[in-house]
């Protein structure tokens, strides 16, 4: 292969928030949910990292709300969240909008709460202790069609 036709096949482009990706590759939008800011913020700096954060939701009356205005490809909600859990956003947003993808975020590593956030659409839960390492690849999983879950849920 020609070194310019490599070069022109890998060309880069820097878009906002300096991701640099193939050119012309759109970046994957994503909606994001958590009560507290201490973990919102921090989640939402890593996530802008590889995708579009499009919105931010403190809790899951207003998640729904975004998701409807919005139609992200991916949601990360927080599974306790004042108004609704993360639980019944899920559900709720598998029935209005079924092609978006939801990765629960917990602080629990309960295998019951796990079954539940599956049984209510999730394709990924991730515990918090985990998020900095197991959230990127668990959205690309979902993106991907495989289910993702941290993987020392229900180990202790």
């Known amino acids: 292969m ?3 036709a490599d070069s022109t096949s890998t060309k880069q482009v820097t878009a906002a928030g300096g991701d640099r990706r193939p050119a012309g590759e759109e970046r994957i939008r994503v909606v994001i949910a958590d009560d507290d800011p201490i973990i919102l913020d921090p989640i939402a700096t890593l996530l802008e990292t590889r995708f579009d954060v499009v919105g931010r939701a403190r ?3 207003e998640l729904l709300e ?6 992200p490809a991916v949601v990360v909600a927080d599974l306790a969240m004042p108004e609704m859990n993360g639980i019944e956003a899920a559900r709720q947003i598998k029935q209005t909008c079924s092609n978006v993808k939801v990765v629960m975020l917990s602080g629990y590593d309960d295998p019951a709460l796990v079954e539940a956030a599956f049984e209510a ?3 990924g839960y991730v515990v918090k202790l985990r998020a900095f390492t197991d959230l990127i690849p668990a959205i690309q999983d979902v993106l991907a069609g495989r289910l993702y879950c941290s993987n020392h849920v229900g180990s202790q």
């Open 2 to 4: 020609d070194s310019e």
């Open 59 to 61: 809790n899951g009356r």
């Open 66 to 71: 975004i998701v409807k205005r919005l139609t």
């Open 121 to 123: 659409g999730a394709s």
